[in-house]
């Protein structure tokens, strides 16, 4: 056995030499197809289309940013400020919303594309995009900075397409939360506005009942012939404290019919009603409430976007290496290959 082994490993000595001796004779081959693959790489990265890579950073917007957002929200108003992270998180929402995504293919990337190349499957165009437009969140929990990148064969272009990404967004956003403060001032304007009607219903009512009460005063003065207020001493409050009273009627028939005539006459009841001069201010002031999307934000840029002058792709030094090394690989196999079947049938 211990025979067998070592010829065994002799035999494959014998073997490797052997190959080794092939490729040595054969290097030119080698050398050849190694040459050959860094041609072809060296045409393949010149030749390819460059892509440029722009990139922008957003982070949250200050207080005075969305200040506007919170003009007249305040605790007697019932209405609770809105925070600067509360904010942000509607925009970051909309930055990374599909909807947002599949506008910007349908109105900025496919109108770019030729005629030919717009043919072709939605899904494949769409798989393509994703690798063009990429929003990037924060790598750690305790960031808030996103990241938008664009990969297209125009710097330009990519600059121009990475901007009107993250302002498409911000007027998305506005828009969610203008219409957000709207609709909550319609509310709170509309209960204001049934607080005034029921108000003045109340006020109303009151003087109705105000009306039948000194009738019934009237009808009293009239059957005992009291036309004017008796010159005698009575509890002042008895007589003045209004319909009531037990003894209003002791106010004379004069008094009361003028006082009834006032009140069926009277055109509104408005200057008689309690609060309701400011139930009205606060129902005008809700109702009119807007904000201005020309005097909020909804996140900052961290910096400029810079115009991309080097392209990220192809890169020219890692497509030479990997040609060098394919050419070599390729080589190699050929001679090995080549010389397996030469010495096969001497076997």
Known sequence: MHVDSNKKTGLDDFEFQRFVCAIFRQKFVVLGFTILGAVLATAYAFLATPVYEAKVYVVPPTQNDVANFNYGRMKESELVPYSVKFVYDIYTRRLQAESLRRDFFRKVYLQSLTTDERKSSQDVLYSKFSQVLRVVPPLKES?????????????????????????????????????????????????????????????????????????????????????????????????AGGETGQLTYMRGSKALKAEIENLQARKSDDAFTDRLRDLQVKYNFFKGLRADAALVAVYRQDGVVELPDYPVKPNKVLILMLGVISGLILGLAFVLFRGFFTAKPNS
């Open 143 to 239: 960031s808030d900075r996103y990241s938008v990148v664009v990969q297209a064969n125009n710097p330009e272009k990519a600059k121009a397409w990475v901007t009107a990404y993250i302002e498409q967004a911000g007027d998305l956003a506005k828009s969610e939360m203008i219409k957000n403060i709207a609709t909550e001032s319609e509310v709170r304007a509309r209960n204001l506005e049934q607080q005034i009607s029921a108000a003045r219903d109340r006020s109303r009512n009151e003087r109705e009942d105000s009306i039948v009460r000194l009738g019934e005063a009237l009808r009293i003065a009239e059957s005992i012939g009291l036309e004017r207020p008796p010159a005698i001493t009575v509890n002042q409050s008895a007589i």
